[in-house]
Structures are given as C-alpha cells and as structure tokens.
C-alpha cells in the first residue's frame, strides 16, 4: 500500500491482529482513509468500518436492496462524545461534541477494534 505513516501501519497491524481484513483502496490510502472488513460478522450485513485522516472512526451499513436501485448506506460515527457548555444571550446550554483525534490511527483502531469484538459477541450469543 502506498502512502502509509507508520502509525498506520500500527494500525493496520492492530485490526489484523484481532481479524479484521484491511480493505484499503490505493486512493483511500491516499487520502489518508483505511478500511477494515470484520469476516466473522460480515456475512449477511456486509458492513465495514473506516478510519480517517481528520479523526473519524465509522462503521458502514450498507441498507437497501441492490436490485431496486443504488443501496443506501448508513453510517454510525464511533468516536468518543462530550458534552460541552456554550453561552448564548443570558443562558448556557450544553452541546455534544465528538472527539477527534486527526493522524492518532492506533488510539482510533482500539476503539474500531472494540466495537468489532462488541459485535461478535453480540452476534454469537
């Protein structure tokens, strides 16, 4: 693959130490993007998960019938959410904000690997 920092390389190593399959494309690595297949869940859902250059970890569903036109996808952001006061006018308010780590692609696969395992278990019970 081209164009791989050697943190992601860790984390590619990371996802395939715990079985998922690299999926990257050329261009996504590129483009600063690895993506991962979890074989053992995969079977009927066909979803992956992503990891991005500006901090986004993600699990893709794909949804729809492929037959009755392009499938839609739903994607699930995975990434750590805090909660941060604002003030506007005389009143605070509290607004969620996802945390994100941009080029962090270990810290980003331990939390895509946890959520694959989560599903496995999920799955097998």
């Not at 164009?3 to 261009?27: D, F, R």
């Amino acid at each position: 693959m081209t164009n791989t920092t050697p943190s992601m390389q860790n984390a590619i190593s990371l996802c395939e130490a715990n079985g998922l399959v690299n999926a990257t494309t050329k261009v996504q690595a590129n483009h600063g993007t690895l993506r991962f297949v979890d074989p053992l869940n995969t079977k009927e859902t066909k979803d992956f998960y992503t990891i991005t250059a500006t901090g986004y970890v993600r699990r893709h569903l794909p949804t729809g019938s492929p037959y009755y036109g392009p499938a839609k996808m739903d994607m699930y952001q995975l990434n750590k959410v805090i909660q941060v006061p604002f003030t506007y006018g005389d009143r605070t308010y509290i607004q969620p904000q996802r945390v994100l780590r941009p080029g962090q692609y270990e810290i980003l696969a331990e939390t895509l690997v946890r959520v694959a395992l989560k599903r496995r278990k999920a799955a097998n019970a």
